[in-house]
């Protein structure tokens, strides 16, 4: 009796799921359908590569401050990069997959709820450090940027950290738009936003009336603390910006959590 209690419990051990190998194989393949998918892939790695190409390295051979403007601009097409990665990356896949009704499906499933968002914020976080790699390649490459290893790095580990509140913006676009709308959404606020925080154009040299608005949105926080690392930053204390993005993520996180019970509601 004991010995086939035992048998018992070790069968039931072994066919225990492994939230870890989990979570693995639902990255892998989150991934593998992002790179699949040449709208997601394509549109936002080429976009801020195409932008430094052009106002970079062909056009800009200026000082902005005390840095070349291929310098500046890495910073800034960096944050436009990973904005566009992580809002793209979770708010237009999960409001596609919410309207096949995919997420009932993964609800039935063994999978650990949490296993799903966080294969998209990593899937998300991949495709936002190769961005960044991509324009640091291309600014040393033909640009003449000259940084040192350990800013290099820096600068990657900032933006990439950085992407994590638009992340949390995405799960919350992604839980209210539809799943056609969704692309339309997420440029209602990745492009005015991205504009108004100095990511196209030098913070410097905007509107007094923009830089007023800037100052409330999330892009010109990242953007800020990445120009710091290369020496071009305002000045202004990295600590205030950090918790502007971390306050701003968990605004989004709590809008998000709303939208996914009121699905559950909704759903049974």
Known sequence: MATASTALSSMVNVQRPNPFRI??????????????????????????????IL????????????????????????????????????????????????LQVKRASPMPPFAYFLAKVIMSLMFSTANVLL???????????????????????????????????GLAIGYFAGPTSAPAVINMFHLPMAFCSGLWIPFMFLPKLVQHIAVFLPPYHLSQLALSVVGAGSGAPN??????????????LGVARWGHQRDQKANG
């Open 23 to 52: 979570c693995l194989k639902e990255t892998k393949y989150e991934f593998l359908k992002s790179l699949r998918f040449p709208m997601y892939s394509v549109s936002t790695i080429v976009f801020p590569l195409m932008f430094y």
């Open 55 to 102: 106002f970079g390295v062909v056009m800009g051979r200026q000082m902005i401050g005390s840095v070349s403007t291929t310098v500046y601009l890495i910073p800034t097409y960096g944050t436009f990069g990973v904005m566009g990665a992580s809002l793209f990356g979770t708010a237009a896949s999960l409001a596609s997959e919410r309207g096949l009704g995919w």
């Open 135 to 169: 324009l640091l390649s291309l600014g040393i490459a033909f640009g003449g940027v000259h940084l040192p290893a350990m800013t290099a790095a820096k600068l990657v580990a900032t933006l990439v950290a950085g992407s994590l509140p638009f992340c949390a913006m």
């Open 239 to 252: 600590l205030g910006h950090w918790e502007a993005l971390g306050g701003f993520a968990m605004i989004c």
